[in-house]
Each structure stands twice: as C-alpha cells, then as structure tokens.
C-alpha cells in the first residue's frame, strides 16, 4: 500500500460522507459563519459544525421532532405495504380501511348496499284484535 493510499484510508476512517439538500448545506455554512463571528479563539468548519449538530440532535431531539420526521419520510406504497402485513397476519381489516376498499373498487353502489334496511322477517305476532265472546 503506498503513502497516498495510506492517507486516504485513514482520512475515511476518521470521516463519513453524506448528502444532503441544498437548503441544508446552506443553513451548515450560515450557521458556521455565526459560530466563527467574533470567535478569535479558533475557527470551526462545515464539518465541525454539521457534525456537532448531528450528534446534538441525537442527544437531544423531541419525540415531536422525530414524528416529523417520518412524516416528511414517509411514502403511500410502504404505507400500504405495512398495513397490508400487519392486517394480513391478523386476518381481518378495520372496517374504515374495508370501507375505503369498497369505495374504490365498488364505487358508491358498495356503500349504498351495506345501508339497505333489513326487512322484518314474517314470523311476528300479528296486531290483530278479537272481540271476545263477552263484549257481544
């Protein structure tokens, strides 16, 4: 392994990379200019900076954070695939997620046939009145 090699596999052990947005890197450059305004006792970098604000944000992140998060994370297709799994080991849907099923392949027509009102059945007691023999 020569010199150069050397350095490079030292440089990456001691560095990781990632990618992040443009709006991100700039808010890592504006806050490294705010730390090194009137610090004459040193000079921090983008590095120094973005690497403090992650392991900071580590420690000391809300949950409320982190549920934000995963909202902005999150996609419809792993959505449905997580319920999908999870109501398929159970074996039955809620009837909200069964409901928006037969609203989508059905249409309204699904909707309406779940409302139609039973008939009563004909084994009832008719309300018919006899006059009995001691009235008459």
Same mark, same amino acid.
């Given at each position: 392994?020569?010199?150069?090699d050397k350095?490079?596999e030292e440089?990456?052990?001691?560095e990781g990379?990632?990618? =992040?947005?443009?709006?991100?890197e700039a +808010?890592?450059?504006?806050?490294?200019?705010?730390v090194?305004?009137?610090?004459d +006792?040193?000079?921090a970098?983008?590095y120094?900076?973005?690497?403090f604000?992650?392991l900071?944000?580590?420690n000391? +992140?809300p949950?409320?954070?982190i549920l934000?998060i995963r909202?902005h994370s999150?996609?419809?297709f792993?959505?449905?695939?997580?319920?999908?799994?999870?109501y398929?080991?159970?074996?039955?849907?809620p009837?909200?997620i069964?409901?928006v099923l037969d609203?989508h392949f059905?249409?309204?027509a699904?909707?309406e046939q779940k409302? =139609?009102k039973?008939?009563l059945?004909q084994?009832?007691?008719?309300?018919?009145h006899?006059?009995?023999?001691?009235? +008459?």
């Amino acid at each position: 392994m020569n010199k150069e090699d050397k350095i490079k596999e030292e440089t990456t052990r001691k560095e990781g990379r990632i990618v =992040v947005s443009v709006e991100a890197e700039a +808010a890592v450059t504006e806050m490294t200019d705010r730390v090194n305004n009137g610090f004459d +006792a040193g000079r921090a970098n983008r590095y120094d900076v973005a690497s403090f604000m992650i392991l900071w944000f580590k420690n000391n +992140a809300p949950d409320d954070v982190i549920l934000e998060i995963r909202r902005h994370s999150a996609n419809a297709f792993s959505m449905l695939d997580a319920v999908q799994k999870k109501y398929k080991a159970l074996g039955e849907l809620p009837a909200d997620i069964q409901a928006v099923l037969d609203k989508h392949f059905f249409g309204e027509a699904a909707k309406e046939q779940k409302k =139609v009102k039973k008939n009563l059945k004909q084994e009832c007691i008719p309300d018919i009145h006899i006059e009995s023999d001691e009235a +008459a």
